[in-house]
């Protein structure tokens, strides 16, 4: 997979945590929490659903590598090789 | 026998629109189904049936906006002839259904006759008393504008007066531009608000509570568990406002204007949920005094997955006994909230801050939150809701007796 493949990814399942925010509004560099409005909970059903889908199992410490579209592009690239 | 009514999602609310039936004639229902989705202010709601039978008739088309109170369907119990169940020709709003399956919004309260009694006016209308022409000085200006004939209209409101909304029903074609969901939702916020400070004589007692032994429990219990079983220390703090809710049935119920304080026997804390671009919902998380943490939490998930779909039930709407509001684990540090008729606490919740705090005679570092609790004065005093936070800070820093 590549990292556009990551991306893509991680673009739909923080859609579908969140139905009220559009795909094409997301910036790379958003914060999901302090731009995007996205809760604690929200936040573990985005993880929850990556999980599920990539089978990476990210840590609760590991969290705000997935705070942007762009971090968690990398992070998710480098966990998932 | 029965007719499936209309339900009140809420004391503000008059009328609600029928979007969806997710059952047909000839279908076995039992007692809490979701049989329909009608449309509020506060987004769509899945309608429960309270009773066992077989649904023999849809009354009601779908989106059409119609008073509490209104038929939408007959049930049968087994056994039963159709005709007994058949409302008064003309079904509308002036006939005050027989036996209304919906639950009113009530609370589950100590006598079980409670929760089976028809709905308070104006969710049952009644018929207008023989020349005593009762209509709101609004509904009047606009009947007058309109050109309807107030005297010839049947109020929905209490004592059958005519409200606003029933002029505006009987002038099709003449109706305003339709409010975006938003402005909806704004305005029954804005109704459910001003009730409580208006009629709730309101006080506030706060304590900072040590949050590290939850964090670092949780800490613990989630680095061994998969992303679908961690736990938030929201749960953990909804949790122990129900264990602390269960030692105080002064905090946990309904005012009804008509009884005064009715404690509730169950345990259904609220849990209020921001919406993106505005907007809150406090669905209940029912029956929680039975459930473990992780069932808590499980509990939790779902109530929000759904409050973004749009999908709570009307049980979750009217029958929570407290509420629960958080501002998250980031941002202010102190909350003091308004209670959400016609419950009588809220328990408002700050972020945890990093603090410098006195630990067996030493000055350490810890994260604390304040918990400001929403009393109503009419129902508690303060030294019981004293008692309720000792209560709610002993179950916080003993989560491993969740």
């Given at each position: 997979m590549t990292s556009t493949d990551y991306k893509s990814i991680f673009l739909e399942e923080l859609v579908r945590v969140a139905p009220d925010i559009e795909a094409a509004d997301i910036g790379d560099d958003d914060h999901i929490q302090d731009d995007l409005d996205l809760d604690s909970m929200d936040v573990l059903n985005l993880v929850t659903a990556l999980h599920e889908r990539l089978g990476i199992d990210i840590p609760e410490r590991d969290y705000p590598e997935i705070s942007t579209v762009n971090r968690a592009e990398a992070y998710l690239s480098r966990r998932g090789s | 026998m029965g007719v499936f009514v209309m339900?009140?999602?809420?004391?503000?609310?008059?009328?609600?629109?029928?979007?969806?039936?997710?059952?047909?004639?000839?279908?076995?229902?039992?007692?809490?189904?979701?049989?329909?989705?009608?449309?509020?202010?506060?987004g769509a709601i899945e309608i429960e049936v309270f009773e066992e039978g077989t649904v023999t008739e849809l009354l009601a088309e779908l989106g059409r906006e119609l008073p509490v109170g209104t038929p939408l369907a007959i049930v049968l119990a087994d056994g039963e002839a159709a005709s007994e169940a058949r409302p008064a020709a003309a079904p509308g709003p002036a006939h005050a259904a027989p036996e209304p399956l919906t639950k009113p919004e009530l609370p589950q309260v100590?006598?079980?006759?409670?929760?089976?009694?028809?709905?308070?006016?104006?969710?049952?209308?009644?018929?207008?008393?023989?020349?005593?022409?009762?209509?709101?000085?609004?509904?009047?200006?606009?009947?007058?504008?309109?050109?309807?004939?107030?005297?010839?209209?049947?109020?929905?409101?209490?004592?059958?007066?005519?409200?606003?909304?029933?002029?505006?029903?009987a002038a099709p074609g003449q109706s305003e531009a339709k409010?975006?969901?938003?402005?909806?939702?704004?305005?029954?916020?804005?109704?459910?608000?001003?009730?409580?400070?208006?009629?709730?004589?309101h006080f506030y007692i706060s304590e900072t509570i040590d949050v590290d032994p939850a964090i670092s429990f949780l800490e613990?219990?989630?680095?061994?568990?998969?992303?679908?079983?961690?736990?938030?220390?929201?749960?953990?703090?909804?949790?122990?406002?129900?264990?602390?809710?269960?030692?105080?049935?002064?905090?946990?119920?309904?005012?009804?204007?008509?009884?005064?304080?009715?404690?509730?026997?169950?345990?259904?804390?609220g849990v209020a949920i921001a919406l993106?671009?505005?907007?809150?919902?406090?669905?209940?998380?029912?029956?929680?005094?039975?459930?473990?943490?992780?069932?808590?939490?499980?509990?939790?998930?779902?109530?929000?997955?759904?409050?973004?779909?749009?999908?709570?039930?009307?049980?979750?709407?009217?029958?929570?006994?407290?509420?629960?509001?958080?501002?998250?684990?980031?941002?202010?540090?102190?909350?003091?909230?308004?209670?959400?008729?016609?419950?009588?606490?809220?328990?408002?919740?700050?972020?945890?801050?990093?603090?410098?705090?006195?630990?067996?005679?030493?000055?350490?570092?810890?994260?604390?939150?304040?918990?400001t609790v929403s009393a109503d004065h009419r129902v508690s005093d303060g030294r019981q809701v004293a008692r309720f936070i000792a209560a709610f800070e002993n179950a916080i820093q003993t989560p491993e007796e969740q």
């Open positions: - | 339900p009140s999602l809420g004391a503000d609310m008059e009328a609600g629109k029928l979007v969806e039936w997710l059952v047909k004639p000839g279908d076995t229902v039992h007692r809490g189904d979701v049989v329909a989705v009608v449309e509020t202010q506060k100590r006598e079980p006759r409670q929760a089976i009694e028809p709905p308070k006016a104006p969710a049952a209308p009644m018929r207008r008393a023989p020349g005593a022409l009762r209509a709101s000085p609004a509904a009047r200006q606009l009947a007058e504008k309109l050109g309807v004939d107030v005297a010839s209209l049947t109020g929905s409101g209490p004592g059958g007066a005519i409200l606003l909304a029933d002029v505006e029903h409010a975006s969901p938003m402005e909806e939702m704004r305005k029954a916020i804005a109704a459910a608000m001003t009730r409580a400070k208006r009629t709730i004589p613990k219990v989630n680095a061994d568990r998969p992303p679908a079983e961690r736990i938030l220390l929201g749960a953990l703090f909804v949790r122990a406002a129900t264990r602390a809710a269960i030692k105080s049935p002064v905090m946990n119920g309904h005012y009804l204007d008509e009884r005064g304080f009715v404690p509730s026997e169950g345990v259904n804390p993106r671009g505005g907007g809150l919902v406090a669905p209940a998380l029912m029956n929680a005094g039975a459930m473990t943490l992780e069932e808590t939490m499980a509990g939790m998930r779902d109530l929000v997955a759904r409050a973004r779909a749009g999908r709570l039930r009307a049980s979750e709407m009217t029958q929570g006994t407290i509420t629960v509001s958080s501002l998250g684990e980031s941002g202010a540090e102190a909350m003091t909230g308004v209670i959400f008729p016609p419950q009588v606490a809220l328990i408002g919740l700050g972020a945890p801050h990093l603090r410098p705090w006195v630990v067996a005679g030493e000055i350490i570092p810890r994260h604390v939150v304040t918990v």
